[in-house]
């Protein structure tokens, strides 16, 4: 691990000034410390705001980037104008991702950086994610992935560096949550955030509100499902996610699974 951050970190010098895609995970957390480490102030994380990016999250990236000195801006992207990436069909990600990178492209040529990179790692190539496409046509720097880093390496890493993001529990935009051909928008947004919200008030690590219509279907960390099958708790499951605005609350008895959605799709080029 320690060879591969070294790789890491003299790849990113050798790259000189760089933006950094920085949603606030674990893998882009670590990418933006590593540039930092770098190329000191030439390196620049930049954080997408949108209806999809839940305020918590876009909180602890600004709180993150403040406590390791690390330059940070907050742009505003316009994916939800785009009537492809609302439609939310399989391969809504590329339109978001398309959106971010044109944005940061036109950044990096306006302020003078060598390239823009982002968090994929050595995990992140086996599951559907059509969004490594829109990086692939705009050429975005994967140094993650070059240096053959995988997802609990990263863990480790940050955990050696003091980053508070090396267990912070897997994440996603909110769009996410929505089911292919089911329309994005920022009302039903918003009834999820809330209800994740309310889950993590509960002390809940890892899990997922997915919705479908008046129903919310939560899924829950198998570890964590002992403790979210207790009468006192569904019940306050249930009344919280109510109170986000579904008519209906279902326990997912086979626990949070990242990309539990993607199996119905379609096998895509």
Known sequence: MEEKQQKLI????????????????????????????????????????????????????????????IRHEVIATNEFENPLYVRNEADRCFFCKDELFTQLDALAASRGFSAVCYGINADDTSD???????????????PLLE??????EIRELSRAAGLPTWNRPASACLSSRIPHGTPVTAENLAMV????????????????????????RVEIEVSEMSRAL????????????????????ALDLDGYRQGSLNPQLPVLD
């Open 10 to 69: 003299a790849s990113l010098r050798d790259t000189g000034p760089v933006i950094v895609a920085f949603s606030g995970g674990a893998d882009s957390a670590y990418l933006a410390w590593a540039a930092r480490e770098a190329l000191g102030d030439k390196a620049l994380a930049v954080t997408a705001d949108s209806a999809s990016l839940p305020r918590r999250h876009l909180q602890e990236a600004m709180e993150f980037t403040r406590d390791f000195g």
């Open 193 to 216: 955030e809330r209800g994740e919200e309310a889950l993590a008030r509960l002390g809940f690590q890892q899990f997922r509100v997915r919705h479908h219509g008046e129903i919310a």
């Open 230 to 249: 207790t009468p006192e708790m569904t019940e306050a499951i249930s009344r919280e996610l109510k109170a986000a605005g579904f008519r209906y609350v």
């Open 147 to 152: 240096a053959a880093l995988t997802k609990q």
């Open 128 to 142: 559907f994610r059509p969004g490594h496409r829109a990086a692939a046509k705009h050429a975005v720097l994967s």
